[in-house]
């Protein structure tokens, strides 16, 4: 791929990503796609319910494959390799892969959405710590295990439904007075038997020398209490995943990518998709429609570009 020079580079294979690949092809750009994992985290959400045109909702990961097929379908060119950095060389979009692939495009599409928050609490790395109830739930079915889930949102909800049909109790714990999660999640986590709600609890410690055995809890006096656990699942929030890019773009506090309303960020010819976008909503649609439009407006810069230099 050295001396190839795409129109449009794509970093991520998301719903983003693999949206911005499908319209970037029917645009007739020369697309090629930077990722690993097709999907991309959509593998960790069991049932996708809210997707228009799926009644009975569908898996996340047969979604993420059915994605990447019709991208593929289309003509997308895929590395099937994680970048490791993305920069500027010779006035060109320059890609590096993990595996040393160096890829150069026109213009780039960042849709590497979130990665999961940590605990900074004393022993957090301990081993059981876990940030997907599909992926690593399974390990913990026909132990009696207990389990603790930490978070409050529709994503803690879902970890600790998921959960319940594994472990004989699901402790739910989290800082607020209340869930934050929407109404359909609260109902179904109020009414599951073996879902112990903890609110208005702050994890102050993991306990375990090699492997989790419990953690510490204080309640909003302060009062400690210990808690025996099998594993631990975090739902605590997200964070940008924008490691690779080593350009000078416009973010938020928290590090999202401002874009304009063409989702152009700060920097000509770079363009963001998705979650990793500061945007009032993140959900699978949203970022399926985000990655159409950032490949219909990457066409338009390109356009434009061609012109200017005639």
Not at 22 to 37: E, F, P
Not at 85 to 100: K, V
């Amino acid at each position: 791929m050295n001396e190839t020079v795409y129109d449009l580079m794509i970093v991520g294979t998301g719903p983003a990503g693999l949206s911005a690949a499908l319209y970037g092809q029917r645009w007739g750009l020369s697309t090629v796609v930077a990722g690993d994992t097709p999907g991309g985290s959509t593998y960790m959400i069991e049932n996708l319910v809210n997707y228009p045109g799926f009644l009975g909702g569908i898996s996340g990961t047969e979604f993420g494959v059915k994605a990447f097929q019709h991208a593929q379908q289309e003509g997308a060119l895929f590395t099937y390799s994680r970048l490791d950095r993305l920069e500027i060389l010779d006035s060109r979009f320059t890609g590096i892969d993990l595996n040393g692939q160096v890829i150069h495009a026109g213009s780039a599409l960042v849709a590497t959405g979130q990665v999961p928050k940590r605990l900074s609490v004393p022993n957090a790395q301990v081993k059981g710590v876990h940030f997907c109830a599909i992926c690593d739930g399974p390990l913990y079915r026909g132990k009696d295990a207990v389990l603790a889930v930490i978070g409050s949102d529709n994503a803690a909800g879902q970890h600790a439904m998921a959960l319940s049909r594994i472990a004989k109790r699901v402790y739910l714990i989290y800082r607020s007075p209340a869930l934050k999660m929407d109404a359909v999640h609260r109902k179904r986590i109020e009414s599951q038997p073996n879902i112990q709600i903890l609110s208005q609890r702050e994890v102050r410690s993991f306990e375990g020398l090699d492997l989790i055995e419990g953690l510490v809890i204080a309640d909003d006096k302060g009062n400690e209490t210990r808690l025996a656990v099998n594993g631990v699942f975090l739902a605590i929030g997200w964070r940008p995943n924008t490691e690779m890019l080593k350009l000078p773009v416009e973010t938020t506090v928290e590090g999202y990518l401002k874009t304009d309303e063409t989702l152009m960020t700060s920097l000509p010819g770079l363009f963001a998709a998705g979650d990793v976008r500061d945007t009032d909503l993140r959900q699978v649609l949203t970022a399926c429609a985000d990655g159409a439009r950032a490949a219909k407006h990457a066409a338009g810069y390109l356009e434009k570009m061609k012109s200017t230099r005639k």
